[in-house]
């Protein structure tokens, strides 16, 4: 198991019951073959899942998270 010093910024595909769904979150443990994915949903909940490795991929932070006003992590 690997993990990050600070959270990384990704998008990942997670699952509500039997729909996908694309998230914006962070991670900062994973293995080889899945990675924690943690995320604030759009009512202010935070949730979080392992997911298979495939379905994760690095992205940006948008403008809000470069301000420190947003974060799931908080």
Not at 14 to 23: I, L
Not at 24 to 44: D, L, N
Request: net charge positive; proline share 11%.
């Amino acid at each position: 198991m690997t993990r990050a010093p600070s959270p990384l910024p990704v998008r990942a595909w997670v699952r509500y019951g039997a729909s996908p769904v694309q998230v914006e979150g962070f991670t900062s443990t994973w293995t080889s073959r899945a990675v924690e994915v943690v995320w604030r949903t759009p009512t202010g909940d935070t949730h979080r899942a392992w997911v298979w490795r495939p379905a994760v991929r690095p992205r940006q932070l948008n403008s809000d998270e470069k301000l420190g006003v947003y974060s799931p992590l908080r």
